[in-house]
């Protein structure tokens, strides 16, 4: 699968580096501050001002950006649910990634 961004290029199928680990991805999501657009906007990271999340996954070895899924309101959605909702439909089975508490 391929992403193509006005100045990159993302090759996701091209994650796996070492074929005998299981974790090739570190995954996490961003907030950007936006003008007001109402609660489900609400970023805890803006005291609350409007914002949107996005997903990003970078690869562990190769530190090259392989996942952007966005943009998402900040307040209706928390980052486990950006990731069971998209990335997690796309990796094989059995394969982990690296992600914080959120």
């Known amino acids: 699968m391929f992403l193509t961004y006005p100045f990159c290029q ?25 003008p007001q657009k109402g609660r489900s906007f609400a ?10 999340r996005y997903e990003v996954a970078v690869g562990i ?8 899924n966005s943009p998402f309101p900040c307040g209706k959605y ?4 950006i990731f069971r909702a998209s990335l997690l439909t796309c990796l094989d089975d059995f394969e982990r990634v690296e992600a914080d508490d959120g």
Do not use: Q, Y
């Not at 970023?43 to 949107?52: C, E, N, Q, V």
């Not at 070895?61 to 952007?68: D, R």
């Not at 928390?78 to 649910?81: A, F, G, H, I, M």
């Open 78 to 81: 928390p980052d486990v649910n």
């Open 10 to 34: 993302i090759n996701f199928d091209d994650r796996r580096v070492n074929i005998n680990d299981d974790t090739h991805l570190s995954v996490d999501c961003t907030d950007c501050k936006v």
């Open 43 to 52: 970023s805890h990271k803006f005291a609350f001002k409007s914002g949107l």
């Open 61 to 68: 070895l190769t530190g090259e950006m392989k996942w952007i």
